[in-house]
C-alpha cells in the first residue's frame, strides 16, 4: 500500500479544502482527480458529462486511480465525490493510500453548493432532493471504503486538518 492520505466524500464536503491545507501543512503535494481529468481532457467537469456522459466521467475517474497508483507516493489525493461509487475503484482506493472519509450532513452541503454551477448532477429543480437521495445511497458505500470516518459538519476545515493529523 502507498502511503498516500485519501479523502472521499460527498461534493461540498470539504475535500479539496481540506486538501489543501494539508498539502501546505505537510509540504506533499496535493492532487484533485476532478483536476487531473480535466487537465488531461483540456475541458472542464461539465462539458465533459455534456459531451461524452456521466459513464465515460466514470471511467476516466478509474483511469485517473490506474495512473496514479504508479506515480503517487506521499501525496494528498482528493476523488471526485461519486468515484467511491464504481466498485472496481475500491480496491484502488486502497492501494492507494489511507481513506479518511469527511461525513457531512444534507444541509450543510445544500448551503455550500445552492449557488454553484460547477456540479451537473446538482442542476436540477429540486437539488435538496437530488442531495438526500444521493447521499442515501452513497453513505454506505463511503463508510465501507474508509478507514477512518469523521463527521465533519460542525469543524472549520483547519480542525478537520487536526483530526486526519491526529489519526
Ligand atoms: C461528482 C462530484 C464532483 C465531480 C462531478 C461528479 C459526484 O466532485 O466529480 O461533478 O458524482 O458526486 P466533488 O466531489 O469534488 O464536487
Redesign the pocket.
Known amino acids: 500500500m502507498k502511503d498516500n492520505i485519501i479523502l472521499i466524500g460527498?461534493?461540498?464536503c470539504g475535500?479539496?479544502s481540506v486538501g489543501i491545507r494539508l498539502s501546505y501543512q505537510r509540504r506533499q503535494t496535493m492532487i484533485?482527480?476532478?483536476k487531473w481529468i480535466e487537465k488531461k481532457q483540456k475541458m472542464s467537469?461539465s462539458e465533459i458529462?455534456e459531451t461524452y456522459g456521466e459513464e465515460t466521467?466514470r471511467r476516466m475517474e478509474t483511469q485517473c486511480l490506474e495512473e496514479l497508483i504508479k506515480t503517487a507516493d506521499k501525496q494528498i489525493i482528493?476523488v471526485?465525490?461519486?468515484?467511491p461509487m464504481r466498485e472496481e475503484n475500491h480496491a484502488l482506493l486502497k492501494e492507494l493510500g489511507k481513506v479518511f472519509y469527511l461525513k457531512v450532513t444534507p444541509e450543510t452541503v445544500y448551503e455550500r453548493l445552492k449557488d454553484d454551477t460547477?456540479?451537473?448532477?446538482l442542476q436540477v429543480e429540486d437539488p435538496m432532493g437530488r442531495i438526500r437521495a444521493?447521499m442515501q445511497q452513497r453513505g454506505p458505500v463511503y463508510e465501507s471504503c474508509a478507514d477512518v470516518i469523521l463527521e465533519v459538519s460542525d469543524k472549520s476545515f483547519d480542525e478537520i486538518v487536526q483530526d486526519i493529523g491526529s489519526v
Open positions: 460527498f461534493m461540498g475535500k479539496t484533485d482527480t476532478d467537469i458529462f466521467f482528493s471526485g465525490g461519486g468515484l460547477t456540479r451537473p448532477l444521493l
